[in-house]
Every structure is written in structure tokens, then in C-alpha cells.
């Protein structure tokens, strides 16, 4: 069966400081893959989507980056962290078309 | 620009009730609808997914229906349970093209309380 992993659960960072958080898929190939975010409040915003190995794509311009080192492994970056980065980072993946998507459990970023 | 909408925003019932929680979406061109469910500092939980060409899905207690044409969807709950409370969240996938290519839009979701 196929698995979702995202860590840590968990993150403090002060203001400045450098962030990445990893997602893995197991038990499937070749999954497209996405970053959301939720801030406190409101709904989840799609940030990057993968298609592919080395392929992102960005919904929103901001401080963020994403990269697809590997088909099952998606990595969400920043060199310098803003308070406004605070917030709850969900990883995602899908078979494809027809197929629903599954959900990370979550990192919990608090930038102070 | 395809844009979700849930109503109610919150809903507190007691223990035992059916219950409708409603979605709409302006674009009918969605490729999926899926209904997910949300625990405090949690991450989603799938709980349905209606493709485009079905009308509806159930699994236990819980039944949701699509209409496409009108831009609906509805989850019931059946025989509602303390445990059932969370934030429940409809989101539609999109058809193929640019940057939608097979990305979720969700609603802002409806919080629901039963209470024993």
C-alpha cells in the first residue's frame, strides 16, 4: 500500500534562519506531488506541484522554494525565513487523473 | 478562477443526528470533488472521492453526491457521533491545462460539534 511521510511535525525557527521540510511516498511510482499551506484561519493554499523529477512549478510567488531530487521525495526550502512563512506545511501526492489525493500529516512552522 | 464554498461554516448538533454539510464550486469542468476530514493539528484524512462521471459515493455512515452540472455537493452523515467531530473540507480537482494541471481547490471548510 502507499505511504505518505512528511517531517518533522514540528518546527521553531527564528526570523532569518534557513528552512527544509521533506516528504516521501512509498508504494508508487512516479506520484505527483504538492505543497499547501495553511495559515491559521484560513484554507489551504497550493505553493508547488511536481510532475516529475527536477519538475516544479510555482502557484505563488514568495519566499519558498520546492525540489524533486528523487521520483518518491519532494523538499520544501527557504534560505531566510519571514514571520509571514509561520504556518501548517501539508505534503501531497496523486496517481493521476481519477485518483484522489493523500495527504501528509503535517509540519507545524512557528518562525519567531 | 474556480472558488469552493461551504456552508455552514460551523455546526453543532447532539449525538445522533443526520446531518448535510453542503459545497458549491462556480466551475463545472472539475475533474474530482473529494470530502476530507481535518483534526485539530491534523493532517487530511480522506474520506470520499466522487469522479466527475459518478454521482455519488458512499462508505459507512457517511454518503456524498455530486452534481456537476449545478456546481453541488453534499456529504450526510448518518447517526452522528461525538467522534465525528472535526473540520470537513470539499475540495474539486480540475481538468488538465497550465497551471490547474490536477491541482485542489478546496472550501474553507465546515467545523462540526456533536456532542454527546
Known amino acids: 500500500s502507499q505511504t505518505i511521510h512528511q517531517w518533522p511535525a514540528t518546527l521553531v525557527q527564528p526570523v532569518g534562519s534557513p528552512l527544509s521540510l521533506e516528504c516521501t511516498v512509498e508504494?508508487?511510482?512516479?506520484?505527483?506531488l504538492y505543497w499547501y499551506r495553511q495559515a491559521a484561519g484560513r484554507g489551504l493554499q497550493l505553493l508547488f506541484y511536481s510532475v516529475g523529477i527536477g519538475q516544479i512549478s510555482s502557484e505563488v510567488p514568495q519566499n519558498l522554494s520546492a525540489s524533486r531530487p528523487q521520483d518518491r521525495q519532494f523538499i520544501l526550502s527557504s534560505k531566510k525565513l519571514l514571520l509571514s512563512d509561520s504556518g501548517f506545511y501539508l505534503c501531497?501526492?496523486?496517481?493521476?487523473?481519477?485518483?484522489?489525493?493523500?495527504f501528509g500529516s503535517g509540519t507545524r512552522l512557528t518562525v519567531v | 478562477k474556480q472558488e469552493v464554498t461551504q456552508i455552514p461554516a460551523a455546526l453543532s448538533v447532539p449525538e445522533g443526528e443526520n446531518l448535510v454539510l453542503n459545497c458549491s464550486f462556480t466551475?463545472?469542468?472539475?475533474?474530482?470533488l473529494q470530502w476530507f476530514r481535518q483534526d485539530p493539528g491534523k493532517g487530511l484524512t480522506s474520506l470520499l472521492l466522487?469522479?466527475?462521471?459518478?454521482r455519488e459515493q458512499t462508505s459507512g455512515r457517511l454518503n456524498a453526491s455530486l452534481d456537476k452540472s449545478s456546481g453541488r455537493s453534499t456529504l450526510y452523515i448518518a447517526a452522528s457521533q461525538p467522534g465525528d467531530s472535526a473540520t470537513y473540507l470539499c475540495a474539486v480537482s480540475k481538468n488538465a491545462g497550465g497551471t490547474s494541471y490536477g491541482k485542489l481547490t478546496f472550501g474553507q471548510g465546515t467545523i462540526l460539534t456533536v456532542h454527546p
Open positions: 501531497a501526492w496523486t496517481g493521476g487523473y481519477g485518483y484522489g489525493y493523500t
Open positions: 508504494g508508487t511510482s512516479n506520484p505527483n
Open positions: 466551475d463545472s469542468a472539475i475533474y474530482n
Open positions: 466522487i469522479q466527475s462521471s459518478q
